[in-house]
């Protein structure tokens, strides 16, 4: 399709091009920022809208359709002219909801050039790349493709169309100082999504947000070996038209460490699916708890069997950082909970999950064989069962007896000694594993959990399951993709100490579970500047603003205790609650605050 004329009056028309090393590159929290947006932008923007980002043959293969004809294309002249100079420039769609057109850059073409490359960084900006990791040149190379694209674009287009290009985070940001610098006719907004040298500094150095004003940012950044990232970061926070953050929670950590107080907040959404009939998602939660069910009869049944009505499911995810993520907050506020619990004589059991990636050798061999022992014991009973129903059927039609037959008599002796053997075999006297997989070596999570006896002793109400990888569909243990393994949990926990925004208590309430979060999250301190009554909707917040480690864990404990208490019909009631709101973290909604940036940015760069 051809984007639209310009209007009768010559009016330039408005182009928006997003940047950002994760587009069509799944690595962490921003592929689910960008992708999810798509659509909404998509609908405001429609051809006027295009991405870029690195090319990987892999990813590429699976989330990129080729364009071959790029004459309907504004950007058609410009890719030829790089593709002249013998780079290697992909132009297509993006296979996700939205379909928007993509530019792909492939890198390595550029990459014999990338010592030249950072020597021009030091001569022009002063930016130090000795000895940097891999991933910092492969950024360079890639910054260079963009920097050449959007300059030539500039002189091609400038006139007749108004561009406004939206860098996310430093790896997509090496461009800005010399686009700045050469005066190109190009609008730039830069967006950091998390400080490269908070999220060094909040889980190293204790009381992170108290001291922030006192950190000298060179001197920090030399310590961490991330100079290069850190000044990459803060020039592009400086020389961009438009500077934004996720939060105000890390607009502080830009003052201080950016030296860039930014210009605008602009929240993260997601897509929200809402259900034409209330219940709907309630049914959804039943059917995916079943599942859940079925793994933890499988991994504690053999030892230890309780109550399944009678049981709950916490889980906390995220990116392994032990302190930042709060997963130490987390298991101290468990070991409290379950003392509580015993205490107070609650007849409730909590397993709660930590789903989290870290290395290992495999899934544990023990771990699998009970699940595969507990199958044949459903299998086996689905055969007596289907025995026992034909021959219940014959006596019953047969007999002038109206007793019920005493049932034992209709299993074959064959029957009876393969279950009585085969659980035999599965029961045991052993504690179930913490860990559903063979660590490479014991971590944060395990240590703590050592520490604080929460091994699954018998007499312990809290229960832990800690999974070291994603949840996906062709996970052998749950059978279940993420999103489907949130529906079926009760509520998700994530008091995090550094945490820019935080998309999964977000992710939560897409799927109407209550969740906990804390005030040091950017999504946190969102929902307490929008919502007076959150905790009416199913959203608890920690204080870790203002109270030290232990007063935290005790309220989290307190608030999973409060919860533990719930009746079931007030459960269903504050999911109902959390689902309704979900609304209001639609892109629909939060696109609002990207479309005046944009428009700044365009404002700021007119003469």
């Given at each position: ?6 209007t ?16 069509c ?39 990129f ?107 997509a ?123 933890v ?27 930042n993520?709060g ?31 870290q ?16 199958d ?62 063979l ?15 929460l091994?699954n ?10 999974h ?10 749950f ?16 008091p995090s ?6 998309y ?7 799927r ?43 309220q ?22 959390v ?17 005046t ?11």
């Amino acid at each position: 399709m051809e984007i639209q004329n310009p209007t009768k009056n010559n009016q330039k028309q408005k182009i928006l091009i997003e940047i950002a090393w994760e587009t069509c590159n799944q690595v962490g929290g921003i592929y689910t920022v960008i992708r999810t947006k798509v659509p909404s932008m998509v609908e405001k923007w429609g051809n006027n809208y295009f991405l870029i980002g690195p090319y990987f043959p892999q990813t590429a293969s699976a989330e990129f359709e080729p364009i071959h004809d790029l004459d309907d294309s504004v950007l058609g002249k410009t890719i030829q002219k790089l593709r002249s100079m013998g780079l290697g420039v992909h132009y297509g769609y993006w296979l996700v909801t939205g379909k928007p057109r993509i530019v792909l850059f492939d890198f390595w073409s550029l990459y014999d050039k990338v010592n030249e490359l950072k020597a021009g960084l030091w001569e022009r900006h002063k930016i130090s790349t000795l000895n940097v990791e891999e991933i910092v040149n492969q950024t360079i190379a890639f910054g260079e493709m963009i920097r050449l694209f959007l300059t030539e674009l500039g002189k091609d287009q400038g006139g007749k169309n108004d561009f406004v290009a939206h860098f996310h985070e430093w790896m997509a940001a090496t461009a800005i100082p010399d686009l700045k610098q050469d005066g190109v006719k190009i609008s730039t907004v830069f967006t950091t999504h998390a400080t490269m040298l908070g999220r060094y500094l909040a889980g190293n150095v204790p009381d992170f947000y108290d001291k922030l004003h006192t950190f000298n940012w060179q001197n920090e950044a030399r310590h961490y070996g991330i100079e290069a990232q850190v000044t990459i970061e803060r020039l592009a926070a400086q020389l961009s038209n438009v500077m934004t953050t996720v939060s105000d929670v890390t607009a502080r950590e830009c003052e201080f460490l950016l030296g860039k107080v930014p210009d605008l907040i602009l929240p993260n959404g997601l897509n929200i699916t809402r259900f034409s009939a209330m219940h709907e998602h309630q049914n959804l939660h039943s059917r995916y708890k079943e599942q859940i069910n079925e793994f933890v009869m499988g991994h504690f049944f053999q030892s230890q069997p309780f109550n399944l009505d009678k049981t709950l499911y916490f889980f906390t995810s995220g990116r392994y950082e032990f302190s930042n993520k709060g997963y130490d907050l987390t298991l101290e506020a468990l070991s409290r909970l379950n003392a509580k619990m015993k205490d107070a004589k609650i007849d409730k059991t909590v397993v709660m999950f930590f789903i989290t990636k870290q290395p290992y050798h495999s899934i544990d061999p023990a771990v699998l064989h009970s699940r595969a022992v507990m199958d044949e014991i459903r299998q086996t009973c689905k055969s007596i069962e289907e025995q026992v129903g034909e021959k219940l059927f014959h006596a019953s039609a047969s007999t002038t007896d109206l007793q019920l037959p005493d049932l034992n008599n209709f299993v074959d002796e064959y029957w009876r000694l393969r279950l009585r053997r085969t659980i035999q075999t599965w029961k045991t006297n052993q504690r179930p594993k913490v860990v559903t997989h063979l660590l490479k070596q014991d971590d944060g999570i395990m240590d703590y959990v050592k520490k604080a006896n929460l091994m699954n002793n018998p007499d312990d109400r809290v229960k832990i399951v800690y999974h070291p990888d994603f949840v996906v569909s062709t996970n052998p243990l749950f059978g279940l993709d993420y999103g489907q393994f949130v529906r079926g949990c009760n509520l998700g926990v994530f008091p995090s100490y550094y945490e820019p925004w935080g998309y999964t208590p977000l992710e939560c309430i897409a799927r109407g579970v209550p969740t906990i979060t804390s005030d040091l999250s950017g999504f946190g301190d969102y929902m307490m500047q929008i919502m007076r009554d959150y905790e009416q909707w199913g959203v608890s917040v920690v204080n870790r603003k203002t109270q030290n480690f232990h007063q935290a864990a005790e309220q989290l404990s307190d608030m999973l205790l409060k919860f533990v208490k719930q009746t079931q019909r007030e459960r269903i009631t504050q999911r109902n609650r959390v689902e309704s709101i979900s609304d209001t973290f639609d892109w629909s909604n939060l696109r609002a605050y990207y479309d005046t940036s944009h428009d700044l940015a365009l404002k700021r760069r007119k003469p």
